[in-house]
Protein backbone atom coordinates (compact mmCIF):
# COMPACT_ATOMS: atom_id res chain seq x y z
CA UNK A 1 0.00 0.00 0.00
CA UNK A 2 2.73 2.72 0.70
CA UNK A 3 4.46 2.14 -2.38
CA UNK A 4 1.22 2.99 -4.18
CA UNK A 5 1.17 6.10 -2.54
CA UNK A 6 4.13 6.84 -3.42
CA UNK A 7 3.88 6.50 -6.62
CA UNK A 8 0.97 8.93 -6.64
CA UNK A 9 2.58 11.48 -4.72
CA UNK A 10 5.35 11.30 -7.34
CA UNK A 11 3.08 11.20 -10.46
CA UNK A 12 0.89 13.90 -9.34
CA UNK A 13 4.34 16.22 -8.31
CA UNK A 14 5.86 15.65 -11.63
CA UNK A 15 2.10 17.07 -13.20
CA UNK A 16 2.73 20.01 -10.82
CA UNK A 17 6.16 20.77 -12.68
CA UNK A 18 4.80 20.61 -16.01
CA UNK A 19 1.67 22.85 -14.55
CA UNK A 20 4.22 25.44 -13.24
CA UNK A 21 6.44 25.24 -16.09
CA UNK A 22 3.09 26.29 -18.56
CA UNK A 23 2.11 28.80 -16.68
CA UNK A 24 5.15 30.63 -16.44
CA UNK A 25 5.03 30.23 -20.17
CA UNK A 26 1.72 31.42 -20.66
CA UNK A 27 2.57 34.50 -18.51
CA UNK A 28 5.83 35.17 -20.55
CA UNK A 29 3.93 35.34 -23.76
CA UNK A 30 1.11 37.21 -21.64
CA UNK A 31 -1.96 34.61 -21.82
CA UNK A 32 -4.33 34.87 -19.01
CA UNK A 33 -5.66 30.67 -19.18
CA UNK A 34 -8.67 29.78 -18.03
CA UNK A 35 -9.80 25.84 -16.97
CA UNK A 36 -13.47 25.59 -17.17
CA UNK A 37 -14.48 22.61 -15.47
CA UNK A 38 -18.56 21.72 -15.56
CA UNK A 39 -20.34 18.48 -15.89
CA UNK A 40 -21.29 17.13 -19.49
CA UNK A 41 -24.01 19.41 -21.32
CA UNK A 42 -22.97 22.37 -18.30
CA UNK A 43 -22.99 24.44 -21.74
CA UNK A 44 -19.18 24.76 -21.80
CA UNK A 45 -18.90 24.69 -25.24
CA UNK A 46 -21.60 27.18 -25.90
CA UNK A 47 -20.25 29.59 -23.95
CA UNK A 48 -17.15 29.77 -25.76
CA UNK A 49 -19.53 29.69 -28.86
CA UNK A 50 -21.50 33.00 -27.54
CA UNK A 51 -18.14 34.79 -26.24
CA UNK A 52 -16.47 33.83 -29.48
CA UNK A 53 -17.58 36.94 -31.42
CA UNK A 54 -15.49 39.62 -29.25
CA UNK A 55 -12.19 37.24 -28.75
CA UNK A 56 -12.18 36.91 -32.79
CA UNK A 57 -8.03 36.75 -33.06
CA UNK A 58 -7.41 36.90 -29.76
CA UNK A 59 -8.16 33.70 -27.72
CA UNK A 60 -7.15 30.24 -28.72
CA UNK A 61 -9.37 27.75 -26.96
CA UNK A 62 -7.82 23.49 -25.65
CA UNK A 63 -11.37 21.20 -25.97
CA UNK A 64 -10.46 18.07 -23.34
CA UNK A 65 -13.21 15.00 -24.40
CA UNK A 66 -12.93 11.43 -24.08
CA UNK A 67 -13.28 11.12 -27.52
CA UNK A 68 -14.40 12.71 -31.13
CA UNK A 69 -13.22 16.02 -32.03
CA UNK A 70 -17.19 17.64 -32.15
CA UNK A 71 -16.41 20.61 -29.83
CA UNK A 72 -12.92 21.28 -31.65
CA UNK A 73 -15.32 21.84 -34.63
CA UNK A 74 -17.87 23.84 -33.34
CA UNK A 75 -15.50 25.99 -31.78
CA UNK A 76 -13.68 26.54 -35.06
CA UNK A 77 -17.04 27.42 -36.84
CA UNK A 78 -17.57 30.01 -34.21
CA UNK A 79 -13.84 31.82 -35.32
CA UNK A 80 -11.72 30.60 -32.87
CA UNK A 81 -8.48 28.83 -33.11
CA UNK A 82 -9.02 25.41 -31.63
CA UNK A 83 -6.92 21.84 -30.62
CA UNK A 84 -8.71 18.96 -29.50
CA UNK A 85 -7.22 16.58 -26.82
CA UNK A 86 -8.94 13.24 -26.43
CA UNK A 87 -7.78 11.34 -23.11
CA UNK A 88 -9.92 7.76 -24.78
CA UNK A 89 -11.48 7.09 -20.89
CA UNK A 90 -9.18 9.46 -17.81
CA UNK A 91 -11.87 11.38 -16.57
CA UNK A 92 -9.59 14.69 -16.49
CA UNK A 93 -6.68 16.37 -18.88
CA UNK A 94 -2.85 16.97 -17.11
CA UNK A 95 -0.92 19.12 -17.42
CA UNK A 96 1.30 17.15 -20.10
CA UNK A 97 -1.34 16.77 -22.45
CA UNK A 98 -1.92 20.84 -22.25
CA UNK A 99 1.48 21.38 -23.16
CA UNK A 100 1.36 19.27 -26.13
CA UNK A 101 -1.71 20.85 -27.41
CA UNK A 102 -0.15 24.42 -26.63
CA UNK A 103 2.72 23.41 -29.01
CA UNK A 104 -0.04 22.31 -31.75
CA UNK A 105 -1.74 25.83 -31.31
CA UNK A 106 -0.75 29.00 -33.45
CA UNK A 107 -0.89 31.76 -29.80
CA UNK A 108 0.58 34.94 -32.24
CA UNK A 109 -1.80 37.26 -31.33
CA UNK A 110 -3.37 35.69 -28.55
CA UNK A 111 -3.61 36.84 -25.02
CA UNK A 112 -6.85 34.47 -23.60
CA UNK A 113 -6.65 30.68 -23.61
CA UNK A 114 -9.40 29.17 -22.48
CA UNK A 115 -8.99 25.25 -21.69
CA UNK A 116 -12.48 23.09 -21.84
CA UNK A 117 -11.73 20.40 -19.38
CA UNK A 118 -13.43 17.11 -19.39
CA UNK A 119 -16.75 17.09 -18.23
CA UNK A 120 -16.67 15.93 -14.34
CA UNK A 121 -16.92 18.90 -11.50
CA UNK A 122 -15.13 16.03 -9.60
CA UNK A 123 -11.33 15.04 -11.48
CA UNK A 124 -10.58 18.03 -12.91
CA UNK A 125 -10.89 20.44 -9.98
CA UNK A 126 -7.62 18.43 -8.30
CA UNK A 127 -5.39 18.66 -10.86
CA UNK A 128 -3.69 22.27 -12.20
CA UNK A 129 -2.96 22.23 -15.65
CA UNK A 130 -1.49 25.74 -16.17
CA UNK A 131 -4.08 27.95 -15.83
CA UNK A 132 -4.38 30.97 -14.00
CA UNK A 133 -8.26 30.67 -12.77
CA UNK A 134 -10.81 27.66 -12.66
CA UNK A 135 -14.04 28.68 -13.27
CA UNK A 136 -16.67 26.13 -12.51
CA UNK A 137 -20.01 26.03 -15.12
CA UNK A 138 -23.33 25.15 -13.77
CA UNK A 139 -26.78 24.73 -15.82
CA UNK A 140 -29.86 25.52 -14.25
CA UNK A 141 -30.96 22.03 -15.69
CA UNK A 142 -28.51 20.33 -13.38
CA UNK A 143 -30.49 21.94 -10.06
CA UNK A 144 -29.98 24.22 -7.49
CA UNK A 145 -27.82 21.94 -5.40
CA UNK A 146 -24.85 20.96 -7.65
CA UNK A 147 -22.49 23.80 -5.76
CA UNK A 148 -23.28 21.89 -2.84
CA UNK A 149 -23.06 18.27 -4.37
CA UNK A 150 -19.87 19.04 -5.68
CA UNK A 151 -18.06 21.87 -3.16
CA UNK A 152 -14.51 21.25 -3.45
CA UNK A 153 -15.22 22.45 -7.66
CA UNK A 154 -16.78 25.20 -6.07
CA UNK A 155 -14.37 26.07 -3.75
CA UNK A 156 -11.17 26.20 -6.57
CA UNK A 157 -12.43 27.97 -8.51
CA UNK A 158 -12.55 32.02 -8.97
CA UNK A 159 -15.89 31.87 -10.64
CA UNK A 160 -19.10 30.07 -11.40
CA UNK A 161 -21.55 30.25 -14.49
CA UNK A 162 -24.89 29.86 -14.30
CA UNK A 163 -26.07 28.58 -17.89
CA UNK A 164 -29.05 28.31 -19.52
CA UNK A 165 -31.20 30.64 -17.82
CA UNK A 166 -33.43 30.94 -20.75
CA UNK A 167 -34.74 27.33 -19.64
CA UNK A 168 -35.90 28.29 -16.18
CA UNK A 169 -39.42 28.35 -16.88
CA UNK A 170 -39.46 25.09 -17.64
CA UNK A 171 -37.07 23.34 -14.75
CA UNK A 172 -37.45 23.68 -10.78
CA UNK A 173 -34.03 25.57 -9.86
CA UNK A 174 -33.49 28.52 -7.67
CA UNK A 175 -30.89 30.31 -8.98
CA UNK A 176 -30.38 32.05 -5.65
CA UNK A 177 -29.92 29.27 -4.03
CA UNK A 178 -27.60 27.83 -5.95
CA UNK A 179 -25.34 31.04 -5.75
CA UNK A 180 -25.98 30.53 -1.68
CA UNK A 181 -24.70 27.34 -1.87
CA UNK A 182 -21.86 28.15 -3.71
CA UNK A 183 -20.49 31.43 -1.84
CA UNK A 184 -21.11 28.45 1.07
CA UNK A 185 -18.16 26.58 -0.19
CA UNK A 186 -16.73 29.58 -1.43
CA UNK A 187 -16.98 33.17 0.03
CA UNK A 188 -15.65 35.10 -2.26
CA UNK A 189 -16.56 33.29 -5.70
CA UNK A 190 -17.56 35.78 -8.18
CA UNK A 191 -21.02 34.42 -9.75
CA UNK A 192 -22.54 35.20 -13.28
CA UNK A 193 -25.74 34.21 -15.05
CA UNK A 194 -25.64 33.77 -19.04
CA UNK A 195 -27.78 32.63 -21.67
CA UNK A 196 -25.41 31.64 -24.65
CA UNK A 197 -28.62 31.22 -26.72
CA UNK A 198 -29.78 35.45 -26.24
CA UNK A 199 -26.56 36.67 -25.18
CA UNK A 200 -27.80 37.31 -21.86
CA UNK A 201 -24.64 37.84 -19.62
CA UNK A 202 -21.94 36.96 -21.77
CA UNK A 203 -20.54 40.54 -22.19
CA UNK A 204 -20.35 40.48 -18.13
CA UNK A 205 -18.82 37.78 -17.30
CA UNK A 206 -15.85 37.92 -20.26
CA UNK A 207 -15.18 41.78 -18.81
CA UNK A 208 -14.80 40.19 -15.64
CA UNK A 209 -12.15 37.66 -17.52
CA UNK A 210 -10.36 40.30 -18.74
CA UNK A 211 -10.04 42.35 -15.62
CA UNK A 212 -9.02 39.26 -14.14
CA UNK A 213 -6.13 38.86 -17.07
CA UNK A 214 -5.34 42.74 -16.22
CA UNK A 215 -4.86 42.39 -12.16
CA UNK A 216 -3.29 39.53 -12.91
Known amino acids: MSKKIVLAEKVKGKSKEIADELNRFFREKGIFAVNLIGSPGAGKTSLLEAMAPRLH ?6 EGDIQTDHDRQR ?3 SG ?5 INTLGACHLDAAM ?6 ELSLDGVSLVFIENVGNLVCPAGFE ?9 VSVTEGEDKP ?6 IAKSRAMVVTKLDLLPHVECDVGRMEAYAAAANPSLECFRVCAKTGE ?3 TFLDWIEEAARSR
Open 148 to 153: AKYPSA
Open 129 to 137: IGEDIKVAV
Open 57 to 62: GRAAVI
Open 201 to 203: GIE
Open 98 to 103: VRKAVN
Open 75 to 77: IEQ
Open 80 to 84: LCACQ
